[in-house]
């Protein structure tokens, strides 16, 4: 507490603001124990909180402003600044599991741990909201990373190691807005400034469960007047927080009703009937009565059991659906008798598993005061003392884009933290990648990501800064949000498709060859801009007469294919040798089966070609029957004999053959004959597959010429020779 130092320490002053009283505490810690300097306790002249909640800001302001002047008169000195607690009775938790995934490895950097920290606060947050069914504004008043994921598995610390995917179970505490206000007025109404402000099932474990108990899987349940707060611990850290609006004033409003005595009486019929063997007092009509501890057990037993059974239920449901191992019971109402004894019952446990924490728990307390309490109902104040060590917790204002927003300090609060409690959203701090473009490549899908726009700009007191500069009260933070970048885009020409050239045998020469693609049924040029949804086709194959022109050589006579006889519109595959004599020109005999039909099946061809490339590269060549589009309307247009043919020249009817290659029927169409390189036109062989194999044609068992006439009923295969090892 600022401006409150001795020699012996820093003085802490605790509250802990209850439904039936306030219990105030003193102390400082020194050489990890805490010295107790001042205790006092001071119970509510009315029923002005109930079940933790307050509901006359003045009159409870009023009870700690003299539980306040007592410890100032008991230790000779002001106190200004107070530690205090908020119920659990408006407490809410969201358990969430946050991911983030990279393109490939990613190394982890203190800033990547952080944003899955953030964004599994946002994710808890809008999980909460859509359960949210008050009008309530409830804030995010802190969050525990309980488990970090590494592409799948759980580890210790993500930083530094390289990632793919990384992950946080993360548990997320939310108050409401109005119950915060309550508790920091009727405190300022006392003369007193917040200094820290935590939760009780937080502050009752500090003293009640030591960090090096909490490996075991236990539960903490603090039983107050209003309220059962209960949290859980496993594998090192607090896993959950419940409550139950279910404690010790119900019990007393049995007593009420049966011995017809105001409310204070029977409080007091309650307490001493755990101390003594009967307890005497006064009805409402003024007759003096006497009560057994028995009796009271009898009354309040079937209570007892309806809170224990809750409780029991709260746990297990914080718990999986699995009682815990062990059960500590503080705070006042717990020390009812038979309290500990039913919830082991109820939660199936052996009642030695049950107990109520008090002076055993208080090992490394020193009090420096006469006859003090040692009790369950002091390890909550003592542990909202500590608390103020542990975290330095309390709610700032701060300006965000014009805005003043509340926020819980818990000692460490960033520009993201005000972040997460205004309208910013996790993805306007950070870069934005524009509209990714999808299309298909040879039938297979592909996408081209968009560019990362600018990061969030961000300033703190007109000072640059970041995400994770640390703001304080009264602070002014300016943020522009992040922006979009760029949609994708891509030329044809990027494609890495495109890049494999197209190698052939020319008279003995290789000749390279650029791939050419259609997009949508129409060639395009490599500086064609790739759209949403385009289909393209990446051709691998050439005519001969588009390789001559390519090479920019007149065309010659008697054309050799793979050492075949061929024409100028026989198509030529990778790896194919092609030869001509340049010193022959073409005759008649070559051009005149180049018909119009014949013409169109070349630019066809292109397309088809691209799709005999997407084909597998299975080593026995598998194919299926590929239809042929446009092949039946040019049947019907030569059909008739008509045509370019010269005079006496007619083209023979259209016909139809059917194969078997590999095993399967392939129906040849389209012309009035066939000869063995058709095939390649009616099935699925990649022919870019060979790997550096030679590729084996066989006719009814024997090897084929690529120019040989085919028959109905002839048997082929074609695959891939064996690699020699």
């Not at 200094?195 to 099932?201: D, G």
């Not at 059962?228 to 896993?239: E, F, L, N, P, Q």
């Not at 009642?351 to 909550?380: C, H, W, Y």
């Not at 385009?534 to 007149?554: C, G, H, K, L, W």
Request: proline content about 3%; some cysteine; overall charge negative.
């Amino acid at each position: 507490m600022a401006g409150v130092r001795e020699g012996q320490g820093q003085l802490v002053f605790g509250l802990d603001i209850g439904t039936r009283s306030v219990v105030g505490t003193v102390g400082y810690l020194s050489g990890g124990r805490f010295h107790v300097l001042g205790q006092r306790i001071r119970e509510h002249d009315s029923r002005s909180m109930l079940d933790g909640q307050i509901h006359d800001i003045g009159k409870v302001g009023e009870t700690i402003r003299l539980v306040k002047e007592q410890l100032e008169e008991d230790l000779n000195r002001k106190l200004t600044e107070v530690c205090i607690a908020a119920a659990g009775r408006v407490l809410r938790t969201v358990t969430t599991h946050a991911v983030m995934e990279y393109d490939g490895d990613h190394e982890v950097t203190e800033e990547d741990v952080y944003a899955l920290s953030t964004l599994g606060v946002e994710q808890a947050y809008e999980e909460f909201q859509k359960n949210n069914d008050t009008e309530m504004k409830f804030y995010c008043v802190g969050y525990t990373p309980m488990r970090y994921y590494m592409n799948g598995y759980q580890i210790g610390n993500l930083e530094g190691h390289k990632v793919r995917n990384m992950a946080v179970d993360l548990i997320a505490t939310f108050l409401p807005d109005d119950v915060v206000d309550g508790l920091y007025k009727a405190v300022e109404t006392a003369g007193l400034h917040v200094a820290n402000l935590t939760l009780e099932p937080i502050a009752a474990i500090q003293v009640a469960i030591p960090e090096k108990f909490r490996m075991l899987n236990m539960a903490l349940v603090d039983v107050g007047a209003g309220t059962s707060d209960i949290s859980v611990t496993r594998d090192g850290a607090i896993t959950a927080y419940g409550m139950i609006p279910v404690a010790g004033d119900s019990l007393t409003d049995l007593i009420v009703q049966h011995c017809l005595v105001d409310f204070d009486t029977a409080e007091r019929i309650k307490r001493q009937s755990g101390e003594r063997e009967s307890v005497e007092y006064q009805d409402i009509m003024g007759l003096t009565q006497v009560i057994t501890s028995k009796e009271v057990e009898e009354i309040l037993s079937g209570k007892v059991q309806e809170m224990t059974k809750l409780v029991a239920d709260c746990i297990r449901e914080l718990n999986g659906d699995k009682a815990v191992s062990a059960v500590f019971v503080v705070g006042g109402g717990g020390m009812i008798p038979g309290y500990t004894r039913q919830l082991a019952d109820e939660l199936g446990i052996v009642k030695e598993r049950v107990a109520i924490r008090g002076p055993e728990v208080m090992q490394n307390i020193d009090f420096e005061i006469d006859n003090p309490r040692r009790d369950s109902l002091m390890v909550t104040p003592i542990g909202i003392c500590l608390s103020y060590y542990e975290q330095s917790n309390n709610f700032i204002f701060v300006d965000f884009n014009g805005k003043r927003v509340k926020l819980y300090d818990n000692g460490k609060l960033s520009v993201a933290d005000a972040a997460v409690q205004t309208d910013l959203s996790n993805e306007e701090l950070f870069p934005k990648r524009g509209k990714a473009l999808t299309f298909t490549v040879n039938g297979k899908s592909r996408i081209v990501r968009g560019l990362l726009g600018e990061a969030a700009s961000i300033r703190v007191n007109g000072e640059p800064a970041d995400i994770h500069t640390q703001v304080k009260n009264g602070d002014r933070v300016e943020v522009t949000p992040s922006t979009e970048g760029e949609p994708a885009s891509l030329e044809l020409g990027r494609l890495p498709e495109l890049d494999q050239r197209l190698h052939v045998s020319v008279n003995g020469a290789r000749i390279d060859l650029p791939r050419t693609a259609s997009v949508n049924g129409r060639l395009e040029n490599e500086f064609y801009l790739i759209q949403e949804n385009d289909d393209i086709r990446v051709q691998n194959s050439y005519t001969v007469r588009e390789i001559a022109e390519f090479m920019d050589v007149p065309l010659g006579g008697g054309i050799l294919v793979n050492d075949t006889p061929a024409k100028p519109h026989t198509r030529v595959y990778e790896n194919f040798t092609l030869a001509w004599d340049g010193n022959t020109p073409l005759t008649y005999a070559d051009l005149e089966e180049e018909t119009e039909e014949e013409t169109q099946e070349a630019e066809d061809g292109e397309t088809a070609g691209a799709d005999k490339g997407e084909a597998g590269s299975d080593d026995a060549g598998s194919v299926s029957e590929k239809p042929q589009a446009g092949r039946q309307e040019q049947a019907g247009a030569s059909g008739s004999g008509s045509g370019d043919a010269k005079p006496g020249e007619a083209y023979g009817a259209l016909s139809e053959i059917t194969v078997t290659v590999n095993g399967s029927f392939v129906t040849l169409k389209g012309k009035d004959s066939y000869v063995f390189v058709d095939v390649f036109s009616f099935i699925d062989f990649d022919l870019n597959a060979s790997d550096g194999r030679g590729i084996v044609t066989l006719l009814n068992g024997r090897n084929a010429e690529y120019m040989e006439p085919l028959s109905g009923g002839d048997v082929i295969d074609i695959h891939w020779e064996e690699k020699r090892h």
